[in-house]
């Protein structure tokens, strides 16, 4: 009998792993294959972190979050975060209002015009103010899990690899935590902190927990990389967001040989219902499309990608994450492909909830009961 399972060895499960065993707690880690796998949300070596939100709420909570990164990368001995800055532009991205949330949170930053920003970046196309704040960078996250996980056992934490979960099942004031194999596990708390397989993992909870949860939508995404025609001038990570489409950019990881920028149209992939569907086949049709935006927006590179990948978001309805629970089960989803930049953060806030030392920001709870 253990006192927590924490389900799903990601960037948010492995953060609350941590988190709740260098409080004390008995913990164990379970993930269905290996931490940061590429059947996941988590795995690779390119994520963004930046500050940019229209709401002045999360862009607090980068604040808070930044300190965390560098709390782990002080305990971790490693940089998981390299800095490159980042660019906000597009109409419909509305810079100058991000700008006034940068101002009122303290973060360092620059509004300039399409003019000045395309002198200083000049493998970019611009169409309106252009908003830049140097703090932001690329998180390195399988680098970032493995670190986290690393952490929780030096603190007492067990971490089972292969142990894919099938079902909870309450077992008198405990659970038992049941694996596809038939493994068990006893636990007097469970945190389920899936992913994309948090769809098929809802029908096995108490069915007046799972009907609070929100409808979540899992997305097979897309990503492309793209070489440098210059590769000696760094890029900044960017959002570009103009009608029709909203296209994101980073420097590419190692597992992209540090070459190219990574570019993806946000939530441009096609939903599978839950990572069980997902097929790790990229989508033509939406190469095609970031190429064409390459081709017109990002004269810097060769708008041929010499590496792709596919990733899966979880997305609520509202964008907001999900950190709450009931009755001894606490749902960790940061979801909705912008949870990254957040995870050593909400692991603290997980373990929080689990333990019942703090409730979730009102953003992050469940609905209330009979709603």
């Not at 800055?85 to 509004?111: I, Q």
């Not at 979540?216 to 793209?226: K, N, S």
């Not at 990570?237 to 029709?244: A, D, S, V």
Request: net charge negative; proline share 8%; aromatic share 8%.
């Amino acid at each position: 009998m253990t006192s927590y399972v924490v389900v799903g060895a990601g960037l948010a499960g492995s953060a609350t792993a941590w988190q709740l065993a260098r409080r004390g707690e008995d913990v164990v880690l379970v993930e269905r294959t290996e931490p940061a796998n590429e059947h996941g949300s988590s795995h690779g070596s390119a994520r963004i972190f930046r500050y940019g939100y229209p709401d002045p709420f999360y862009t607090g909570l980068v604040v808070r979050a930044r300190e965390a990164w560098d709390e782990l990368e002080a305990l971790a001995g490693q940089q998981l975060v390299a800095p490159s800055g980042s660019l906000d532009h597009g109409a419909e991205r509305r810079p100058v209002e991000l700008a006034a949330r940068l101002a009122a949170a303290g973060v360092e930053h620059e509004l300039l015009d399409p003019a000045a920003a395309a002198a200083r970046w000049p493998g970019m196309v611009f169409d309106s103010p252009v908003l830049w704040h140097p703090g932001a960078g690329v998180i390195d996250a399988e680098t970032s899990v493995l670190a986290m996980a690393r952490l929780a056992q030096e603190a007492g934490a067990t971490v089972l690899t292969g142990w894919p979960v099938a079902r909870l099942v309450r077992d008198g004031a405990g659970f038992r935590v049941v694996a596809e194999t038939g493994a068990e596990l006893r636990a007097d708390r469970v945190v389920v902190s899936a992913g994309g397989w948090l769809p098929d993992l809802l029908a096995t909870l108490p069915a007046s927990l799972a009907r609070r949860v929100p409808p979540l939508q899992v997305r097979q995404e897309q990503a492309f990389h793209f070489p440098y025609r210059d590769a000696a001038r760094p890029w900044p990570t960017f959002i570009h967001k103009t009608p029709g489409i909203q296209v994101y950019g980073l420097p590419g990881g190692r597992d992209a040989g540090f070459r190219g920028q990574k570019v993806a149209e946000y939530n441009g992939g096609r939903v599978v219902g839950s990572a069980a569907a997902a097929d790790g086949v990229v989508d033509p049709a939406n190469r095609d499309r970031v190429v064409a935006y390459v081709e017109q927006h990002l004269p810097g590179l060769v708008p041929e990608p010499y590496a792709e990948t596919t990733c899966l978001f979880t997305n609520t309805p509202d964008e907001d994450f999900v950190v709450d629970g009931a009755d001894g089960i606490t749902v960790v989803s940061p979801c909705s492909g912008h949870g990254a930049k957040f995870a050593p953060l909400i692991g603290q806030v997980a373990a929080d909830v689990a333990t019942g030392a703090a409730a979730a920001p009102p953003a992050f709870r469940l609905a209330a009961v009979g709603a």
